[in-house]
């Protein structure tokens, strides 16, 4: 019985161990037909990669020459060698990677899509059932590899470079001018002195009309050279100048220290034909130390940003303690002072009776007085400026988590707007259906402008604590994400955007304008009017375009309740409309040429704005809630009604005059007979 069991039991194993197999597998093939690669993906892909790679570089290169501006002023007149500037702009260029991400996303993608749109290739796309969102496919995985590779880019080589970059660039800074020295004016590049030289010869390098003005600790330490000539040359280890004047003369003051209470300063003077002094001149190029920079967030990873604000907030917490420990000593050294009966009394006599400090202060003779007045004064400026000290570090504190929370998030968003620049560019490329660099530079210049301006705005206002972190950097990605899923939407349902005569015709809806009716002569004509039933119809019009006017008082303001609470559908218009157009369609097959003008004087008419601004009665009641918008809605379809009742009267007359002109060709056409 038992090995039964245990055979049962094995063949149960075997059989879903295959079951399971069997599932695995299939699940395997699905994800292989789901994310198996067409040649439609290859074609894409390179049409997407070659132009993504030109506009790389393109928008490294536009980013670094705005960068350049910045720091222009460290790299002129400073002598720097190839190497360092070689060294600067590699480092720039690193840390603009992830700027110049997004923006070659976006345009590449524009263009990529406005190339396949322009020439009918994305048409034939979709004509072969081939969905939109299906032919982003392989791009998507294309700009989620990309976006991975930024935000690792920003972790790792990102904090090097921007290190790297902000040393060079410290030292740079720090680094002297080098030496050129202008003519007829005061040159201070050299430390301690002014040099004033009258002209100059550029080939032999001499200096004529040398004056110098040297200053190396105070007034009576003052020299003056004047020289006719002179020769200025840099020594070999580059740290000292040497000048070699000639025919000259020396003034100095010789301040001493025997005469320090003296009111004159004796000095000396010296005329030399031929004299070399050196000066201290260190032209050449060392790099900061880099534990300087420790406070640089943008030079750190996500761990060390973490490791980092854990530090700062528990030396934040040391401080508060600190401070806390101080004001509780002060406290009790001044009830030791006083004493502690005394304070209470005091406390109690303050809680209890008016205390007259004026009258106290006045019965202190005047050397009492003043010993008061100068231990307060000296109290009150010791507890202000330590207060303002440590309200400094406390700022100083917040402002460095800030600074280090705003560039962990920033890792993040940058590395984000890389995905949802590309669902901007490659729908607003199948909507526009242009490529090249026309339209498309237009159209991610200004998507960048806008990103460039939220995200540098909610970067400031969150540096300076006006914001919250999380939403000052995460503005810019807030504001284009519906962006980007509007424009895959309309994308997506071939529905238009972009048709200027849409917004035309919405623009001329809004402000009640009209286009005028335009009605020609047919060169051929299959069947002519049918006179009498048109004139019958024109006649029945007319009573009842007469009797809708009186009926309902266009001249009169509309009920607000009822416009905007009870609103009963009144379609009377739309089907006089409809019926006009139709005797105006069938009479504009006639041959007669005043029959052709009086159809021109029939205005387009409005069919709805006379009766309530929306269709839904929930529209109408948020539009009065909101009263502005209310206002003008209602004065918009006031506005509407006397329209309306002026363009009734023109149709009554021109029916009235079409009926008479068919009467008119009924009795020549019998006369004829």
């Not at 080098?178 to 200096?207: A, C, H, R, S, W």
């Not at 006083?338 to 004026?358: C, E, L």
């Not at 284009?480 to 955007?497: C, E, G, Q, R």
Request: proline letters at 3%; one cysteine or more.
């Amino acid at each position: 019985m038992g090995g039964r069991v245990l055979l049962l039991i094995n063949v149960a194993q075997k059989k879903l161990f295959t079951l399971h197999f069997s599932l695995f597998t299939s699940f395997l093939y699905l994800c292989t037909l789901m994310l198996r690669i067409r040649k439609l993906d290859i074609f894409i892909s390179k049409q997407f990669g070659l132009l993504f790679v030109g506009t790389f570089f393109i928008c490294q290169f536009v980013l670094m020459m705005q960068f350049l501006w910045r720091y222009v002023d460290e790299l002129i007149g400073k002598g720097l060698s190839l190497e360092i500037l070689g060294k600067f702009f590699w480092y720039m260029g690193l840390m603009l990677v992830p700027q110049a991400l997004p923006l070659a996303i976006l345009l590449s993608s524009l263009i990529t899509f406005g190339n396949l749109g322009e020439s009918s290739e994305l048409t034939a796309i979709k004509a072969a059932g081939i969905s939109l969102m299906q032919s982003f496919r392989s791009l998507i995985f294309i700009t989620i590899c990309i976006m991975l590779g930024s935000f690792y880019f920003q972790n790792v080589v990102g904090p090097k470079a921007n290190m790297s970059f902000t040393q060079l660039l410290i030292s740079m800074k720090q680094k002297s001018p080098e030496l050129e020295i202008p003519e007829g004016v005061f040159y201070d590049g050299i430390p301690n002195t002014n040099l004033y030289v009258q002209k100059k010869d550029l080939k032999t390098g001499m200096l004529y009309g040398i004056m110098i003005y040297r200053m190396t600790g105070s007034f009576e330490d003052a020299a003056i050279i004047l020289a006719d000539s002179g020769m200025m040359q840099s020594t070999a280890e580059k740290k000292h100048l040497l000048l070699t004047l000639h025919s000259g003369e020396w003034f100095e003051n010789m301040r001493s220290q025997d005469v320090v209470g003296s009111a004159s300063v004796p000095y000396r003077r010296e005329t030399f034909s031929t004299k070399r002094i050196v000066l201290d001149f260190d032209s050449g190029f060392s790099l900061t130390d880099a534990s300087d920079l420790r406070n640089n967030a943008q030079g750190k990873s996500l761990a060390q940003i973490k490791h980092d604000v854990d530090s700062i907030n528990l030396m934040a917490d040391s401080m508060a303690q600190a401070n806390y420990k101080t004001a509780l000593t002060a406290y009790f050294h001044v009830l030791d002072t006083i004493g502690k009966k005394d304070s209470i009394r005091a406390v109690k006599m303050a809680a209890t009776q008016a205390i007259q400090f004026d009258t106290l202060f006045n019965r202190l003779d005047n050397p009492k007085k003043q010993q008061v007045i100068s231990q307060a004064s000296g109290q009150i400026a010791n507890v202000t400026n330590d207060l303002e000290f440590k309200a400094m570090l406390a700022h100083d504190i917040e402002a460095n988590i800030r600074s280090h929370h705003i560039w962990a998030i920033n890792k993040f968003t940058l590395a984000l707007s890389c995905l949802i620049f590309f669902f901007i560019g490659a729908p607003l490329g199948a909507i526009i259906r242009k490529g090249g660099l026309g339209v498309p530079v237009i159209i991610s210049v200004l998507v960048f402008i806008i990103f460039y301006i939220l995200d540098n705005t909610g970067y400031r206002m969150a540096r300076l604590g006006a914001w919250p972190v999380w939403f000052g950097k995460g503005i810019a990605t807030a504001v284009l994400t519906p962006v980007a899923v509007f424009f895959t939407y309309k994308a997506n349902k071939d529905s238009v955007v972009f048709n200027m005569d849409a917004y035309r015709n919405l623009f001329r809806k809004i402000l009640g304008l009209r286009l005028k009716r335009n009605v020609a002569g047919k060169e051929v004509i299959i069947e002519d009017p049918h006179y009498a039933h048109d004139a019958e119809e024109l006649l029945r019009l007319n009573d009842e375009v007469t009797a809708y006017a009186h009926g309902h008082k266009l001249m009169h303001l509309p009920n607000v309740i009822k416009v905007f609470f009870k609103y009963e559908p009144d379609h009377e218009i739309e089907r006089i409309s409809e019926e006009m157009e139709t005797v105006i369609e069938d009479l504009s097959n006639t041959r007669d040429k005043m029959i052709l003008t009086l159809l021109n004087h029939y205005p387009v008419v409005s069919t709805k704005a006379h009766t309530r601004p929306f269709e839904r009665r929930w529209m109408n009641i948020v539009a009065f809630i909101l009263i502005p918008i209310g206002a003008f809605l209602y004065i918009r379809m006031w506005t509407f009604r006397l329209r309306l009742l002026h363009d009734l009267r023109i149709i009554k007359q021109t029916n009235t005059s079409i009926v008479n002109r068919i009467h008119e060709m009924n009795q020549t056409s019998t006369s004829n007979i």
